[in-house]
């Protein structure tokens, strides 16, 4: 008896984690959307940038896209609060804990111009590295985790009771404890963080991409590589750029946004990452093995060159004229949209095989391209990005080497052809109608 | 579904619109106001703290550790004023949507986007220092300071709660408008409700174009007024004062009105027996007295004498100790106190007694409820001065009672302490602490600034401010806390009560919906109803379903027995794969159809009362 019942325990809560993951994911969709939009408004504003007279335009839009990424810790708190708590408050109150959270840890954290160091709670003394300005306030840098976290509690809190001044009241305990929390405990679980971000950044020899591109394909049946992509693209995961001691952009995507904003040549911060470099009158340092745009450009060659060919052999597969033009219309849907679901779904769970092939060609794809220095930022994972931002950086002057991606493609497009021509039946689309 | 409601309602009578628009707003506006009180007390008794020590004669230099307690106090008081637009606009566009927390959310991304467009646009203008003397914004040459803000780390205009509420009035628009908005397939990410953050966020820059060019202008006239209102003779410029102060508080403009007369020469000049100007400004010319050790009681009025500044002759009023000299003198008709002090009747015994009018005007069921959100926002009024509190409880749900009644009551509390002679200082606000300090020790000390005055004048306005508010909230059935309608009230209805107004709520719409092209057995259109109600058969009906989300291409779902889903049938409204992830969470892979399911699901349920 004992014995079934542990088990049945152990199984319930395996299934919950996994809910509870799955749900994290499809929460943080939201600002993932958003996303897109702020980096097309910093890419745009490169065109004004260049040109006396009319580079306010592209100030507006930069500072307009950058405003939004440099909330992204309060917008996961509430996006978080929406989709896990039932309560309508809820964005409120997650809203509300931040804020108190902020206020309450600033309090602390004293800079002296002396040292040009900053003093926290009396016992660290840390470099301008470990913190960030967030709603003007300057707190040590907790990035989305913190907005997680606390989105997390929240919800929590606003499920098991409906009282205001109650809700209220525990928010601010939160907020404090939290606050107490990070200043004494997260300098050094920063710093262990950071050296373990930049022993994998740093691995070489296109190892870690490789490892992101397979992972984050082998996540997809169970919608958690919806978790991995902020993480690396807007979090410390994917790398910091520093300029002149300042914390400037964290994360993949935020790092290529500030570098191509800037007119800060790609290829040099790659040539220096890991030291610190001098470059137009500041200095520069890029942590280790960071490539920008390398934790998304992979998808690049398989979404154009990839999919096609991988499409027309299923259509080989098949008669029916009608089939065809399903598989058709689904395998170019991620060449123009970037949403590669409804063509993955087609083999996924039919052929798991044929989904591994794919997982380990997606993770070679993405070593390839960052081994070869390729820069191109996916924003919402349109071909367009490969133009908009590939090609025109390059014609702008600041090379991203864009072109790899067309000397490969075709190499996908072989490898793909070949193994769905082998692995995928007639049988297997069978069972998916 | 809501515009359905709502309409028809419109259609009885303007008055049921209005209150039903006003009692979303009272419900909406909840939270900030119920977290407010906690704000103003930490932030009012921080500073408070901080201005005994520094009457103590504590320094920050000497003793920094002092201050620590005070300063963490106010900094979380402060987090919350500072931000308060921002609670305002994500409460406003929830409370306008449906509970919608995405409309929360971009309410947000739309403030953020706001501020940040506006500061691209705001230059600084310095002197020879490198002090900040001015903005220039647009075609506006000379900004005052005071019309320029940081709202939430961006340099941007101080639009306070007015540009809050229009940001969280405008994203609610956005969602209503366009979160069943349906794009081609190719788009389908966007569709839906991911479409109302990218729509706020492009709208966002047209509004801060608006307010770029109407803003500054009102800070600039507001500014000059503090010139014209320096010669208005009898009190009649306390009298102004005051009005015109409390009037402007709602769009944060008021700042740039008396920042002039409290720190600047427009707000008078003090100067020794040489001529020689010690201080300028209201508050800064009552400091110079405490400094000096001057009583207030040695101006005299009596006396008007020409002496020059600088170039120009200007007319003052001689300051006479008891030894009969001449130690200073001030600007004529400039009393230290008379832009300040106003503040203290109706801070200290005015808020409050409305504060009390509304909890007894409360139903008795509720009076409890609306005693600890109302008690405590009196309480901070009375205790610090901070009075948004309480003002906000009652500005938006009866403008009338604030603008036709409360700012003449300020007016006439300034005019009143001026006409006594009274001349109490402060510094933070118009509260108890700054009253014991500035008024009551000051008085102890010798000063002669007749705190008494504050007693004679408040306690018949604590009288009045009580019946007017009672009398008003009653006759006019105005909700505030405690007095919403049934079913919206702070505590949570019982499910009875709950599945009842659902209910009453069916029966009326469904006639009017079938005009609209509305579905009444499952209130969702009728393009979408087929389709939805054979979804809803495969997934084994609600009682099968304990929670409905969607991400981009997929339906997330969890469900009480996973046996019940047919898997068939779901492939047959062209789902791609359905994935089972533990024993409780179902994924149907739909494409960009997901999120469409996931709102009409939503919509159904409801509609259902479930």
Known sequence: MQKDSTTLNYKKSNSSTKTFLSKLGSSLMLPISLLPIAALFIGFSSFFNTTEGISVIGNVLSSIGFAVISILPILFAITITISFSKNKNAPLYGLICYLFFIAFQSQFITFDSTTSEYNVSGFFSLSSYYFVDIFGLTVLNTSLFGGIVIGLVISYIANKNDKVGLNLLYLIMVAVFFAFIVLLFWPPIYYVMEQWFNLVNGIGFGINTFLYGFINRLLVPFGLHSLLIPLVTYSPAGGTLLINGDVVAQGDSAIWLYLYANNISFQEAIKHSGESYFYLGDTYFLTEGVVPGQYQQGFLPIMIFGFPAAGYAMTTKVENKKDKSIIMLAAITPLLTGITEPFEYLFIFIVPSLYFIHALLTGLSFAILSLAHTTVLISSGWFVDLILFGLIPSLQGNPTRWWVVLAIGPLFSFAYYISFKMLFKEEHFKQLY | MENTQVKPKRLDSNSSGAREFLSKLSRGLMIPIAVLPIAGLFLGVGAGISNVLIAAGVTRELNPGAFVVGDVMASIGDVIFGNLPILFAVAVAIAFTEDSGVAGFSALIMWIVFNAFQANFIHEINDADGLITGYSILFFDNVPTSVVTSNSGITSLQTSAFGGLTIGFLTAAIYNKFHKMELPKVLGFFSGTRSVPIIAFLMAPIIACIFLITWPFFGVQLNNLGTVMAGMPAGTNSLMFGIIERALIPFGLHHAFYTPLWFTSVGGSVYDAQGQALAFGDQNIWFEFQTQGWSYDWIDYNQVQSIPDGSVMVEVNPIINNQGETVGYITAGEKPGMYMQGKYPFMIFGLPAAGAAMVMAAKKENREIAFSVIGAAAFTSFL????????????????????????????????????????????????????????????????????????????????????????????????????????????????????????????????????????????????????????????????????????????????????????????????MGVVYLGKNAVQVIYGAEADRFKVDLKDYKKHLGL
């Open chain 2, 384 to 575: 610090t001065g901070i009075t948004e509190p309480i003002e906000y409880t009652f500005l938006f749900l009866a403008p009338a009672l604030y603008y036709g009644f409360h700012i003449w009551m300020a007016g006439i509390s300034f005019w009143l302490m001026n006409l006594l002679g009274a001349n109490l200082g402060m510094t933070f606000s118009g509260g108890i602490i700054d009253f014991a300090l500035y008024g009551i020790l000051a008085d102890a000390t010798g000063f002669g600034v007749q705190s008494w005055d504050v007693i004679i004048i408040g306690v018949p306005y604590a009288v009045i401010y009580f019946f007017v508010f009672y009398f008003y909230i009653k006759h006019f059935d105005i909700p505030t806390p405690g007095r919403e309608p049934e079913g919206t009230v702070i505590a949570m209805k019982s499910k009875a009560d709950y599945l009842a107004s659902k209910q009453d709520g069916r029966k009326n719409n469904s006639s009017i919906n079938v005009k609209k092209g509305i579905d009444p057995e499952t209130g969702i259109s009728l393009d979408r109803s087929e389709r939805v109600k054979e979804l809803l058969g495969y997934l084994g009906g609600f009682e099968n379903l304990t929670s409905i989300d969607a991400c981009i291409t997929r339906l997330r779902i969890s469900v009480v027995d996973k046996s019940l889903i047919d898997e068939v049938g779901l492939k047959s409204l062209g789902a």
